[in-house]
Every structure is written in structure tokens, then in C-alpha cells.
């Protein structure tokens, strides 16, 4: 037997050991989609903390929900009540894409239902996520006509205080990079172009993206980015010189790792979703590197 498998659960299993796991959204024949939720210490319920939503990266086919543990781990130590969140793929659940930006909103419609004793703010959630999982972040905040999930208490607001993106996806090519999700979820792949989106009084985003990155080309992001701003939406683009795909991850890059905890940390304490670090933890993101 292959032993692969088990090492990844066991992975994952490790990952998710300080994480309280709840079912967010019930599906059918009793499989429900969990968010993985890191508290910082203290007391939780009436506490006003902010709340990150991590949605893994993707081409809406497959993920890991593990993928930003160490982040929400960080940032759970910096007061932010972190979450990994599950939503629906095409290949465990047969689902398009549109089905998964509707577990987005419904998330971000849980935790706010949820604030007391999560002890969450519902005026600071926070959308995190990483090529499609950004697509999802995004698209909670600007996507207007997408149609609520039937299960969804839709006197809840849905979309996010503020956003950030990892290399994210922000246009479906044709034949390119997860088009077959939409192809076979019979979705037009224009319900992906989140470049087309940009209007006026969007949330804060900050976008993190190597200028070396072949499967989102930095142009597209530079693009939307310029569109954002030109409509005085406050979008900050952090380019990572040379730096591939998947740059911000742990795994692949502590010290790029380290930079973007920081920069994200910058960007949420200026925007005043995220309380400044004290002095005597000022080091704990690690020694941060310029790119």
C-alpha cells in the first residue's frame, strides 16, 4: 500500500490539532462543510475579536483546507480569530464554481451569525485566499448578482469587511487554468472574471503576487489593481520580485512566508481590523527580508 496517503492525514491531522472543528454548512446525504477554527487565548464569548477566513488555493477542483494553518496559527496569536475553511471542489464534491462562491458567503454569514460566542466582531471579517480560494474572497465582497445559497439566512450580510489575496485568479482564460471546473460545471467562464467587477465603495484588499508567476500573470493583477484604485477603492499590491506561484507559502518559502505575515499585518493594523502588536512581540513574525 501506498503510504502517502496516510502521511497527508496524519499532516493535516497535526496541522488542525490546536483547531476547534465545526460543521458551517450542512450538504446532502449528511456531509457538511467544517471551519477549522484557531482562537487566540482568553475569553471567547462577547469578546470583539477580528475574524480570518482562509479559503485554500485551488482550481476549484482540488485543495488542501490546511494549506494556511501556519498563517491562522500567526494570526491567532496576533488576536484574530483565524479559519480554514472547506468549501465545495468539483472533484470531491461535483460542484461548479458557482456553488463554491456560495460556501464563501455563507462562511462569512456563519461567523457573523455565530459572533458572540465566537467572539468575533462582525464589522472586522476579514476574506483570505489563494488563486481560486482568492477568487472566493473576492467574489464575496464584489460578485452582485450572485444568488444566495437556498440554505442561507440572507438577513445576514455575506460579504466581507476587507480582503486578501494571494496570487490570485482573477480571469478564466479559455482553455486555461480552471476552465475545466466551469466547463463541467456548465458555468460560463465570464461568472469567474473578477477583473470585470471593479465598481465603486469596495472593502480594503490588499493582493500579494510574484512578479514570477506563470499560472496568474502579475499583468492581469496589475490590471485590476489600476481599476481598483482608479474607482478610489483602496487596493494595495505587493509584488514579490521574482517569486513563483505559490511564494507565501510555509512550505515553499519561510522567508517570503514571514514578509507576507507581515505585510498583512501592516495592512489590517492600518485599516484598523487588526489591534497593533505590542512592542515585546514586535519580532515574532521572524527577521522579514526585503524582496
Known amino acids: 500500500m501506498n503510504a502517502e496517503p496516510r502521511n497527508v492525514i496524519d499532516r493535516d491531522a497535526e496541522l488542525l490539532a490546536s483547531a476547534e472543528s465545526v460543521v458551517f454548512k450542512q450538504l446532502e446525504q449528511e ?7 484557531f482562537f487566540p487565548d482568553g475569553e471567547r464569548r462577547g469578546a470583539k475579536r477580528p475574524a480570518l477566513l482562509f479559503f485554500f ?12 494553518a501556519p498563517q491562522a496559527m ?9 479559519i480554514l475553511i ?3 471542489t468539483s ?4 460542484a461548479s464554481p458557482i456553488a463554491a462562491m456560495q460556501d464563501a458567503r455563507s462562511a462569512i454569514r456563519w461567523v457573523r451569525f455565530y459572533a458572540e460566542p465566537l467572539g468575533v466582531d462582525p464589522s472586522r471579517v476579514i476574506a483570505a485566499g489563494a488563486l481560486a480560494g482568492g477568487t472566493l474572497a473576492a467574489a464575496a465582497a464584489m460578485k452582485s448578482d450572485l444568488p444566495d445559497d437556498e440554505t442561507d439566512p440572507t438577513d445576514i450580510d455575506g460579504r466581507p469587511d476587507a480582503t486578501v489575496l494571494f496570487s490570485p485568479l482573477l480571469s478564466i482564460g479559455k482553455k486555461g487554468f480552471a476552465s475545466e471546473a466551469f466547463e463541467r460545471g456548465g458555468v460560463a467562464l465570464k461568472e469567474g472574471a473578477i477583473i470585470d467587477l471593479v465598481a465603486k465603495g469596495l472593502p480594503p484588499m490588499l493582493i500579494l503576487h510574484g512578479t514570477g508567476d506563470r499560472i496568474t500573470p502579475i499583468d492581469t493583477v496589475e490590471k ?23 511564494f507565501y507559502n510555509l512550505n515553499v518559502d519561510p522567508i517570503t512566508y514571514d514578509a507576507c505575515n507581515a505585510e498583512i499585518d501592516e495592512f489590517l493594523v492600518g485599516t484598523g481590523f487588526l489591534d497593533p502588536a505590542p512592542e515585546d512581540s514586535a519580532g515574532d513574525v521572524g527577521e522579514v527580508h526585503e524582496m
Not at 500567526?74 to 483565524?82: I, T
Open 31 to 37: 456531509v457538511g462543510l467544517k471551519a477549522h477554527v
Open 91 to 94: 472533484q470531491q464534491h461535483g
Open 57 to 68: 488555493g485551488s482550481g476549484f477542483d482540488a485543495g488542501r483546507v490546511t494549506q494556511f
Open 86 to 88: 472547506e468549501y465545495r
Open 224 to 246: 485590476f489593481a489600476h481599476r481598483m484604485r482608479k474607482k478610489k477603492n483602496n487596493c494595495l499590491l505587493i509584488p514579490f520580485e521574482g517569486r513563483q506561484h505559490s
Open 74 to 82: 500567526y494570526f491567532a496569536s496576533r488576536g484574530a480569530v483565524s
